[in-house]
Antibody, heavy 119, light 106 residues
Framework: QVQLVQSGAEVKKPGASVKVSCLAS????????IHWVRQAPGQSLEWMGW????????KYSQKFQGRVTIVRDTSASTAYLEVNSLTSEDTAVYYC????????????WGQGTTVTVSS | DIQMTQSPSTLSASVGDRVTITCRAS??????LAWYQQKPGKAPKLLIY???NLESGVPSRFSGSGSGTELTLTISSLQPDDFATYYC?????????FGQGTKLEI
């Protein structure tokens, strides 16, 4: 079945970096876009950016530009989100999700990866 | 950025009720809106895209309507499984933004 499986929970210190992976299966990886969305505790959802799994093009929310990098490895059908210079405000559940082109919503989601930033 | 405001923030209802959730955008988003359902500790689930298109496998009691700055999600007859938090998301322009959520409770 179509699914996205994310890497496990992370605990990081302020100023560190974190890299979260998202393994796709059950569909043609390069035919879709992978988006990253995060959710701080008790808060709404926040869109961070996407990567076109086929050509590697990316689009980031201006809020995260320069601090977030999204890449993919087509041979491994895996997308990655890296967040640098972590602060306590980056504590959240990070989700990858599949989107079509053109965009028509996020139809398949990973299970989420909890990132905790604490000294 | 386009601000998305959902109302109400919390909605108390009963099984069998018809409920409507409204999403208001700070500027026109045409029909570029998706609705999601999220249960505690779980990832969101896509219900509706492009304002009124039902995602495959989603029960027909869910429907969406509207365009411009005011769009709605309606559940025609609430089922026990529907008690959850609902989010709208605009994709008219970047950054794609979500509403603050509507918690549907008994």
């Amino acid at each position: 079945q179509v699914q996205l499986v994310q890497s496990g929970a992370e605990v990081k210190k302020p100023g560190a970096s974190v890299k979260v992976s998202c393994l796709a299966s059950g569909y043609t990886f390069i035919s879709y876009v992978i988006h990253w969305v995060r959710q701080a505790p008790g808060q709404s959802l926040e869109w961070m950016g996407w990567i076109n799994s086929g050509n590697g093009n990316t689009k980031y929310s201006q809020k995260f530009q320069g601090r977030v990098t999204i890449v993919r490895d087509t041979s491994a059908s895996t997308a990655y989100l890296e967040v640098n210079s972590l602060t306590s405000e980056d504590t959240a559940v990070y989700y990858c999700a599949r989107g079509g082109w053109p965009y028509s919503g996020l139809d398949v989601w990973g299970q989420g990866t909890t990132v905790t930033v604490s000294s | 950025d386009i601000q998305m405001t959902q109302s109400p923030s919390t909605l108390s209802a009963s099984v069998g009720d018809r409920v409507t959730i409204t999403c208001r955008a700070s500027q026109s988003i045409s029909r570029w809106l998706a609705w999601y359902q999220q249960k505690p500790g779980k990832a969101p689930k896509l219900l509706i895209y492009k304002a009124s298109n039902l995602e495959s496998g989603v029960p027909s009691r869910f429907s969406g309507s509207g365009s411009g700055t005011e769009l709605t999600l309606t559940i025609s007859s609430l089922q026990p499984d529907d008690f959850a938090t609902y989010y709208c998301q605009q994709y008219n322009s970047y950054p794609y933004t979500f509403g603050q959520g509507t918690k549907l409770e008994i």
